[in-house]
């Protein structure tokens, strides 16, 4: 292999929207966890395919250790998410980089469980964009940009499938639930949420920054 590709190699795994760097991956994950509603394959795969749509994401993979141009596209299904565990793709952040992105699901187990779905950005590749996140002194990860920017994506999935409730920030999944929050949105909140009023989805914008 001449220097030059290897070059141009290295050059390309250290961009935000690179598959097979493993640092894009590392740190946890900046995420919109939305509370999908009672356990069905059916509601899930709505809301899975209404935010893949307007997030615009570009693909849908299956593994994360092959690039998008090496591999075959999977189905954007909870079938694939079952069997993958992620799905991963590539979006393009309001500041117009492209990094890479993914979902998760989590299904919870027993009578009268609640399915999950997380969309999210890791902070591996957040730390390439030079998007802040993290000041000193703060005690949660923030970013207005990403967490607007998730809000709307949140709002548009919510046009053509419903959902009990969404949070934005870092690790948000499981923070707090809509059967908790009784439909009335917290006056302090150190995160971002998307919560259905008389049918109409607020978001309350994260405003404690303690």
């Given at each position: 292999?001449?220097?030059?590709?290897?070059?141009?190699?290295?050059?390309?795994?250290?961009?935000?929207?690179?598959?097979?760097?493993?640092?894009?991956?590392?740190?946890?994950?900046?995420?919109?966890?939305?509370?999908?509603?009672?356990?069905s394959?059916?509601?899930?795969?709505?809301?899975?395919?209404?935010?893949?749509?307007?997030?615009?994401?570009?693909?849908?993979?299956?593994?994360?250790s092959?690039e998008?141009?090496?591999?075959?596209?999977?189905?954007?299904?909870?079938e694939?998410?079952?069997?993958?565990?992620?799905?991963?793709?590539?979006?393009?952040?309001?500041?117009?980089?492209?990094?890479?992105?993914?979902?998760?699901?989590?299904?919870?187990?027993?009578?009268?469980?609640?399915?999950?779905?997380?969309?999210?950005?890791?902070?591996?590749?957040l730390?390439?964009?030079?998007?802040?996140?993290?000041?000193?002194?703060q005690?949660?990860?923030?970013?207005?940009?990403?967490?607007?920017?998730?809000?709307?994506?949140?709002?548009?999935a919510?046009?053509?499938?419903?959902?009990?409730?969404g949070y934005?920030?870092?690790?948000?999944s499981?923070c707090?639930?809509?059967?908790?929050?009784n439909?009335?949105?917290?006056?302090?909140?150190?995160?971002?949420?998307?919560?259905?009023?008389?049918?109409?989805?607020?978001?309350?914008?994260?405003?404690?920054?303690?």
């Amino acid at each position: 292999m001449s220097v030059q590709l290897l070059i141009s190699h290295d050059r390309a795994m250290s961009t935000p929207y690179a598959f097979r760097a493993a640092d894009n991956w590392a740190g946890g994950f900046y995420e919109l966890a939305i509370e999908v509603g009672p356990r069905s394959d059916a509601r899930l795969q709505r809301v899975l395919t209404a935010v893949w749509s307007a997030a615009d994401v570009q693909g849908c993979f299956g593994d994360r250790s092959r690039e998008p141009q090496d591999q075959e596209p999977v189905e954007c299904t909870v079938e694939s998410l079952t069997r993958f565990g992620h799905l991963q793709g590539q979006v393009r952040l309001p500041t117009g980089q492209l990094v890479v992105c993914g979902c998760v699901a989590i299904l919870e187990d027993g009578a009268d469980t609640i399915d999950w779905l997380d969309f999210y950005i890791p902070l591996g590749a957040l730390d390439r964009t030079g998007i802040v996140y993290h000041e000193s002194g703060q005690q949660f990860f923030r970013s207005q940009v990403l967490d607007d920017w998730l809000a709307a994506v949140g709002t548009e999935a919510f046009r053509t499938a419903d959902f009990h409730a969404g949070y934005i920030g870092w690790e948000t999944s499981g923070c707090t639930d809509a059967a908790t929050l009784n439909g009335r949105m917290p006056e302090s909140r150190g995160i971002g949420y998307l919560l259905p009023q008389d049918g109409v989805l607020r978001y309350g914008a994260a405003n404690d920054w303690s």
